[in-house]
């Protein structure tokens, strides 16, 4: 195998590398003397000012010996006689809030603080708004219930007539033994006060409540058998003015009382034309504490038949009942028209909060 020429060769003087060579070997040129030295990359060219690129001169490479000591840079030694680096001032030092708006950290506060902060402005807000509102609509719920209360009390004048008092009945299941029943209108009484509706007595008793309006209609059964009166007196009253005397009847009876049945409206040329003071058989009075109204109807026979032991419509209307009254079904006349009148009433003044029977 032939020797390795130059690359190979170990470095040294002359004298080091003779001794070195093999037997046998050539002498070496003097071109593969020097050591080959790597490829450096040519330097940017640099601008003439004629505008011209020619290539940079190419740095000299020394040869390898030992380093040079180096002396420390007098820029970066505590003790320079001039400023080489820029002043750094120490300022405080800087964070970011919720939106990354900067904000300085010594400043921040504690969450739980504005925490509190947020919910006591929402709080007066939402109090102040409920308050401003209540003042604005001029009403609460308890006033709220007061103009139901005043509402209710004018309906005789805001309310047509074929609304209060429907031309046609219908009652079902308002007979005895869960019969249905129809009941025309015979008959309006034109509206006023009070004045010889009531027998005295009966007058008596209303009188805390005052009469502010009466309305009456007269109507007759299909088979124009019995004729009912039935009555909304207004009052002047204010609820607890109803409150009590509904309590009154309640715990006094009063409505269970035949000296104080009240008067029916007598037609002429209708069938209710004989159909006076002697001629009633069954009654019923309602106090209504959430409308200044008391309702009320009374029934007899169409044929001007007298009758001598009246009886309630709550008795009247009872199983088993075998009064006169209760047998022809007078009892269910006047509760039936009644009740059904007094949902009419309702229906102009809201949900109702008492259920008629």
Do not use: N
Request: net charge negative.
């Amino acid at each position: 195998m032939a020797p390795t020429v130059g690359r190979d060769a170990p470095r040294g003087d002359g004298a080091a590398q003779a001794t070195s060579r093999r037997p046998g070997a050539p002498a070496r040129t003097p071109t593969e003397t020097t050591a080959r030295l790597r490829p450096i990359p040519a330097a940017p060219h640099a601008e003439t000012a004629a505008g011209t690129d020619v290539p940079a001169p190419r740095a000299a490479v020394p040869p390898p010996g030992p380093a040079a000591p180096r002396t420390p840079d007098p820029a970066l030694s505590w003790s320079t006689p001039y400023e080489a680096r820029p002043r750094v001032s120490f300022g405080e030092p800087e964070g970011y809030d919720g939106l990354a708006r900067p904000r300085p950290l010594g400043g921040r506060p504690r969450p739980q603080v504005v925490a509190a902060a947020v919910c006591l402005v929402l709080g007066v807000g939402l109090l102040t708004g409920a308050v401003t509102g209540s003042w604005l609509a001029g009403d609460s719920g308890d006033d709220g219930a007061r103009s139901a209360y005043t509402e209710a009390g004018d309906l005789w004048h805001s309310v047509p007539v074929d609304q209060l008092f429907p031309p046609t009945v219908q009652g079902k299941g308002a007979g005895p033994g869960g019969a249905d029943r129809t009941w025309t209108r015979v008959a309006v009484a034109p509206d006023g006060d009070c004045a010889g509706a009531f027998d005295r007595l009966l007058a008596k008793v209303l009188d805390p409540v005052g009469c502010a309006r009466l309305l009456r209609a007269t109507y007759t059964d299909a088979t124009q058998s019995h004729v009912t009166t039935v009555g909304l007196l207004f009052t002047k009253a204010d609820a607890a003015a109803m409150t009590s005397l509904a309590r009154r009847f309640e715990k006094e009876g009063l409505g269970r009382r035949d000296d104080l049945m009240p008067l029916p409206y007598q037609a002429k040329d209708t069938v209710a034309e004989g159909f006076g003071a002697p001629q009633r058989g069954s009654w019923t009075v309602s106090v209504l504490t959430d409308a200044p109204v008391v309702v009320y109807a009374v029934s007899g026979w169409a044929d001007g038949r007298t009758v001598d032991e009246p009886e309630p419509a709550e008795e009247a209307i009872e199983s088993g009942a075998a009064s006169a009254p209760a047998q022809a079904g007078l009892g269910h006349e006047a509760k039936g028209l009644a009740d059904r009148v007094e949902r009419a009433l309702r229906r102009h003044v809201g949900a109702p909060t008492e259920q008629p029977s």
